[in-house]
């Protein structure tokens, strides 16, 4: 087995098991939490509302605004880290068939595991840090995966018998 | 030398057939997980054409009840109807994972079908595993598809109902399978002494097997690219668009100001719908591209003529480009661009069927003209 088809099925194997450990952390102790959460702030606006009481009703919007955010951007974490994990273990066990030398093959390997890595990470660190560290992450790590992708097709598209 | 070339050719067909004889693990995996994807993807079809839009019509009269209610003044009324648009989301939540989860238990079955090479166990272990996997990834997608319908009836718990017990019964009994072939696979990696793997399906090159890698790949690449796009110049907005129409609703409701109430309900309408074409159109591409690329390994085992699988192949990348395309065209167009999208996953389904009755009909004639062990096909 190549360096590089065993950089893809490897690195596929662990980015899998870290988004379903992820998975099971969060569905155990985040999950149900933020789901209730949302449930709960928005009933509690339009509650207040109802009662014209505007400074629970914003409160609570406000609450709601911030579960929604962690929430949308956990879920994303785990579904990403384990679709792109699919995709490498794919790659890896037809990597054989591309019409690259194994230096490039291992560049392109290489690029897509580690942006498979990091584009979800940037997400996940959007939930504790507004900054730009976390979106400056997330926007590399894509861009190193479509790039890697687009390489890859190219290789795919190149070889013959 | 020539008998010695026969018996060589012979213990390679033998090892071919056993490979993927009638009920190997290996078919029993390849055919029950184009199964399953085929139920999915027809679950998911009539879903989005009998369920899914008159169950958007209902949580968006649900919210649209809740804010009236706000605006009358009645905190009982918002609180009941809160539960309806929380049934109503259950009702189109269970679907959806039904919908997922049978085709991302196809795509498994397919990825350990073609790992089977590399499971160190016994045929017979093999093939019961590949039972309980299929049990299993049948199991849950049914229980959760009867979550909503049977509730807490009967139930011993007070939170979870039977249909969700045995849901959860059913992802149990796919991960005991999984990892018992894992276990196998790392007693593969640990023989001092492992032959090398021969495999006919990976060391495949036909033309098929490369338009549906490099299809699926490029298709894969599109999904991530109009991902890419989504988050950089709409994510951000949806989100802030969400809560202020949200909030716009909220205050309007306690200024008792119908008018406002409704047409923030229209705008939150919009944005919802916009959101989810563009993230189904982005998820659809990607998974239609995944499964080309595994289809293309299988390639060898359809038993069709060689211009009827370059064609269902076209098909299954045709229909799997039209889908995502098309559903990102419903806000400009509408049903027309609803009903092409529903067309282009016939394509796919049907492409999908051509595939799996090939492989029913493969006897192992393909593997007939294969050379001594250790040659290479062209």
Do not use: C
Not at chain 1, 69 to 86: E, F, K, Q, S, T
Not at chain 2, 75 to 99: I, M
């Amino acid at each position: 087995m190549s360096a590089a088809r065993r950089l893809l099925i490897v690195g596929g194997i662990a980015l899998a098991l870290l988004g379903m450990i992820y998975g099971v952390w969060y569905a155990v102790f985040a999950e149900h939490q933020e789901l209730d959460g949302i449930s709960k702030s928005l009933a509690t606006s339009f509650s207040a509302a109802a009662k014209r009481d505007s400074a629970t009703s914003g409160a609570a919007m406000g609450e709601y605004r911030e579960l929604k955010y962690a929430y949308d951007r956990h879920v994303d974490v785990h579904g990403h880290w384990i679709g792109l994990a699919m995709i490498l273990l794919v790659l890896g066990i037809g990597f054989n068939r591309m019409g690259f030398s194994e230096q490039n093959k291992m560049f392109l390997a290489t690029a897509l595991v580690l942006g498979s890595f990091l584009f979800p990470l940037g997400v996940l660190l959007q939930t504790l840090s507004r900054g730009p560290v976390p979106q400056v992450l997330a926007v590399a790590g894509s861009a190193l995966v479509i790039a890697s992708l687009a390489g890859m097709a190219v290789g795919f598209a190149r070889q013959r018998g | 030398m020539a008998e010695v070339q026969s018996r060589s050719n012979e213990a390679a067909l033998d090892v071919a057939r056993a490979a993927f004889a009638a009920m190997s693990a290996r078919r029993l995996l390849t055919l029950g997980g184009i199964g399953l994807i085929l139920v999915g993807m027809l679950v998911g079809d009539i879903f989005a054409v009998f369920v899914l839009h008159q169950n958007a019509a209902k949580v968006g009269e649900g919210l649209s009840a809740t804010a009236h209610a706000a605006v009358a003044g009645d905190a009982d009324a918002v609180a009941g109807s809160f539960q309806s648009v929380g049934s109503f989301l259950e009702n189109r939540g269970t679907k959806v994972d039904t919908h997922v989860h049978m085709i991302a238990f196809g795509y498994l079955a397919l990825m350990l079908a073609i790992l089977q090479p590399w499971v160190a166990l016994r045929g017979g272990t093999r093939k019961k595993l590949a039972w309980v996997f299929l049990v299993g990834s049948w199991l849950l997608p049914v229980g959760v598809f009867l979550i909503h319908y049977v509730g807490l009836a009967y139930s011993p718990l007070t939170t979870i109902g039977w249909a969700s017990i045995f849901a959860d019964l059913g992802g149990v009994v796919v991960i005991v399978a999984t990892l018992g072939y894992l276990l196998g696979i790392g007693r593969h990696l640990r023989q001092a002494q492992r032959a090398p793997s021969q495999d006919g399906l990976l060391e495949d090159r036909s033309v098929t097997g490369r338009i549906l890698l490099a299809g699926g790949l490029t298709l894969v690449l599109l999904g991530f690219v109009h991902g890419g796009y989504y988050a950089a110049f709409d994510l951000y907005r949806h989100e802030a668009l969400d809560y202020s129409l949200l909030s716009e609703m909220s205050i309007a409701a306690g200024a008792r100001n119908v008018a406002a109430v409704d047409s923030a309900l229209g705008w939150y309408g919009q944005l919802v719908g916009e959101k989810a074409v563009n993230i189904a159109a982005h998820a659809h591409a990607i998974e239609f591209g995944v499964l080309a690329m595994l289809l293309a390994f299988f390639q060898p085992y359809v038993s069709l003529r060689e211009t009827w699988k370059r064609a269902w192949a076209w098909v299954l990348l045709l229909g799997s480009l039209v889908l995502p395309v098309f559903v990102l065209l419903e806000l400009r167009l509408g049903l027309v661009a609803g009903g092409i999208a529903d067309v282009g996953g016939l394509l796919v389904i049907l492409s999908l069927l051509a595939m799996w009755i090939g492989i029913v009909r493969y006897t192992g004639e393909i593997d007939a003209m294969a050379p001594p062990a250790g040659g290479r096909r062209g």
